[in-house]
């Protein structure tokens, strides 16, 4: 069976400080990858999407950009975190070319300070 | 530009008592539409989905929801809440215009009251 890793669960940065979300998903290949952002009362937020190896868009300009240095692995990053910066940030893949429902990971709380 | 409006951000009911949430959806072709449920600190469990046929489906944990094509509409309900249903609620609509989307609505927060 599938299963998608994200890591770390909590994050407390400092303002300024880089920043590297990592996800990864198991028991699948070629999956379509997501990362959403959670703020109070703004809903998921899509950030970045992927269907493919080095294959990344964005969809709201921002502090962050995301990459796929592997086919199951999709990693989150930032050069320097703003206060603005911190939320719920969820991971999720589907399968390729199927409509089915996205299967997300269970989040990392990043707190910037 | 595809949008979902949940325009209850709380609502709040007794143990037992039926739930109704709303969810409208603006997307110009068919739609793809789930219903996620977030319990605190973690992530989404897709409750049900609908893609075609049937227009009322039926989801985990006792839950359905209803497509009405000339509402624009996908509501999530429930005969009888129980206090564990305590959580947040997501409609989504998935867009296939070119590459697979999710586009999410900014959520109900249930509350139940025993």
């Known amino acids: 069976s599938q299963t998608i890793h994200q890591w770390p669960a909590t994050l407390v940065q400092p303002v300024g400080s880089p920043l590297s979300l990592e996800c990864t998903v198991e028991?699948?290949?070629?999956?379509?990858l997501y990362w959403y952002r959670q703020a109070a009362g703004r809903g998921l937020q899509l950030l970045f999407y992927?269907?493919?190896?080095?294959?990344i868009s964005s969809e709201v300009p921002q502090n962050l950009s995301a990459s796929r240095p592997q086919d199951r692995q999709f990693i989150l990053s930032s050069k320097k975190l703003l206060l603005s910066d911190s939320g719920f940030y969820l991971c999720?893949?589907?399968?390729?070319?199927?409509?089915?429902?996205?299967?997300f990971g269970q989040g990392t709380r990043l707190t910037v300070v | 530009a595809q949008s979902v409006t949940q325009p209850d951000i709380h609502i709040t009911v007794s143990e037992g008592a039926s739930l109704e949430l709303r969810c409208n959806y603006s997307?110009?072709?068919?739609?793809?539409l789930f219903w996620y449920v977030q319990s605190p600190g973690q992530g989404l469990q897709l409750l049900l989905k609908?893609?075609?046929?049937?227009?009322l489906v039926q989801g985990i944990k006792g839950f359905e929801a209803e497509f009405k094509r000339s509402q624009s509409s996908f509501n999530l309900r429930k005969p009888s809440v129980h206090w564990s249903d305590a959580a947040e609620y997501f409609c989504?609509?998935?867009?296939?215009?070119?590459?697979?989307?999710?586009?999410f609505g900014t959520g109900t927060r249930l509350k139940v009251l025993a």
């Open positions: 999720a893949w589907n399968p390729r070319r199927v409509w089915t429902e996205a299967f």
């Open positions: 028991g699948t290949s070629n999956p379509n």
């Open positions: 992927s269907v493919g190896i080095g294959q």
């Open positions: 997307y110009g072709a068919t739609p793809y």
């Open positions: 609908y893609f075609s046929g049937d227009t």
């Open positions: 989504a609509v998935g867009t296939t215009s070119g590459t697979y989307k999710y586009i």
